[in-house]
């Protein structure tokens, strides 16, 4: 990585990593193999999750990493899910928002631009968009009240970056995956008021495929 940055050091590079901690790991022992976020949800102490966030952001900034796709924002509210599950801090929507959001600033105060995922949310789906299209056909105000409530709350702690959803959420756009859908993704600027940089999930992915 530092190689890579000394090739252009007029305009340096952005190197990312997906780096949450329990199964979604990219990089192995030696690196320090973090626990998944629910274990920070289920003891529940801020503080933790933060000095976690800082603790994190240190050794990526140390392998001359700048961005982590990190944390999952969704709100685990289905059981059956298959991809989120305890990626997820919490199926209690005010709990996801407060850990999120002190993960965020533990990762971006020690140098570490933070990643929210996956609007406008793959928690309550039961198929994994690795395989296959989620859909979800929940309301619009069942958005605004639950799955939404995280991400208002990363965009409250500055989060730097946010990543979409290949999920079909049909009371935004029955046809597309609002990774691929402007309507589906217009209310997180407009609505939420976030401004900063909007990441697409994995293209490989069948979801999208």
Same mark, same amino acid.
């Given at each position: ?13 952005? #190197? ?86 002190? #993960? ?106």
């Amino acid at each position: 990585n530092r190689e890579l940055k000394s090739l252009r050091p007029s305009e340096p590079l952005m #190197l990312s990593v997906d780096q949450e901690g329990g199964r979604v790991a990219r990089l192995v022992e030696p690196a320090t193999p973090w626990p998944p976020m629910r274990m920070l949800g289920h003891i529940n102490d801020l503080n933790l999750t933060y000095r976690v966030g800082a603790a994190l952001a240190k050794e990526l900034r140390a392998l001359h990493f700048d961005i982590d796709y990190a944390p999952v924002l969704d709100v685990d509210s289905n059981p059956k899910n298959p991809v989120i599950g305890d990626r997820a801090f919490s199926d209690h929507p005010a709990t996801a928002a407060a850990h999120g959001a002190a #993960l965020i600033r533990g990762l971006q105060e020690h140098g570490i631009a933070a990643c929210g995922k996956h609007f406008p949310g793959h928690g309550d789906t039961d198929t994994d968009s690795h395989l296959a299209l989620p859909k979800v056909e929940h309301e619009r105000r069942r958005l605004e009240t639950t799955e939404w409530v995280p991400f208002r709350s990363a965009i409250e702690a500055g989060v730097s970056s946010i990543m979409t959803a290949h999920v079909i959420v049909s009371c935004l756009d029955e046809s597309h995956p609002a990774t691929l859908s402007p309507t589906a993704m217009e209310p997180l600027r407009t609505e939420l008021g976030f401004q900063g940089l909007l990441i697409s999930d994995d293209l490989e992915m069948k979801a999208v495929a």
